[in-house]
């Protein structure tokens, strides 16, 4: 027994081995190996699809858009521009029109001048007043020039006086013509005298007259300043005070 089983293992072995060796002659070896070795082949990973991009009219409103508040501020610009330049063109016009209403004196002086230039480049005795035969057409106006002016505070709000002497009062210290009057104001009793101009009277008075040259804005102004004081106190009726 025990012979027989020997024996039949050996012819299993044998044939084994016989029909191992076929396979490796035939190439059989690698297609088994390959059959347990192959794996299953993975499914492919889907992939995602890109995102859709807007349409091009879509693009070209929102292009619009964004340009149209552009379109209109360049528009708007020039638009103010002009209206800038009009605006200064007719304040120009305005104030030539108001300078062109005032007159010059007889000596040619500007109206719109500054009374304490005027005063300090005029020959001695040129300045001659606009409104010398109409003062009184001015006066009112006049008035009030002289209360912006501040002279009210030496002389009084109607001209009766105060730290400084009455206008009313019928002796003028220096003379109450428009060339002694213009200067005496613009310069201050010190400049007028410094130009030549000498007292023809006396007056009760804390100080010498300050200069207004600067304070009253233009000659214009002055000469009402002036037409007003001959409103109250005219040079015809005055009484100047001899040398």
């Known amino acids: 027994m025990l012979l027989r089983a020997i024996t039949i293992v050996a012819v299993v072995i044998g044939l084994v081995f016989v029909a191992w060796s076929l396979l490796v002659m035939t190439g059989g070896r690698d297609f ?90 005029a020959e001695k005795g040129s300045l001659t007043s606009p409104y010398q035969d109409n003062y009184e057409s001015v006066a009112e106006e006049g008035h009030k020039k002289y209360m912006a002016a501040g002279c009210n505070g030496c002389h009084g709000g109607t001209g009766g006086g105060g730290m400084g002497p009455p206008l009313s009062n019928p002796v003028w210290v220096y003379g109450n013509d428009g060339d002694t009057l213009f200067r005496l104001i613009a310069l201050g009793t010190d400049g007028l005298q410094a130009q030549g101009y000498a007292r023809k009277g006396s007056e009760n008075v804390v100080g010498p007259m300050p200069p207004h040259g600067n304070i009253i804005k233009s000659n214009d102004d002055m000469w009402k300043i002036i037409a007003w004081i001959w409103s109250i106190n005219p040079p015809d009726k005055s009484a100047s005070a001899a040398q």
């Open 32 to 121: 088994l190996v390959a059959a347990v070795t192959t794996e299953t082949p993975k499914a492919p990973a889907k992939e995602t699809p890109p995102a859709k991009e807007a349409p091009p009219a879509k693009e070209a409103a929102a292009a619009d858009e964004t340009a149209e508040p552009k379109e209109d501020g360049d528009t708007a610009a020039p638009a103010e521009e002009a209206k800038d330049e009009a605006a200064a063109e007719a304040t120009t016009d305005e104030a030539k029109d108001e300078s062109a209403e005032k007159p010059a004196d007889a000596a040619g002086v500007d109206a719109a001048g500054n009374p304490l230039e005027t005063a300090e480049a």
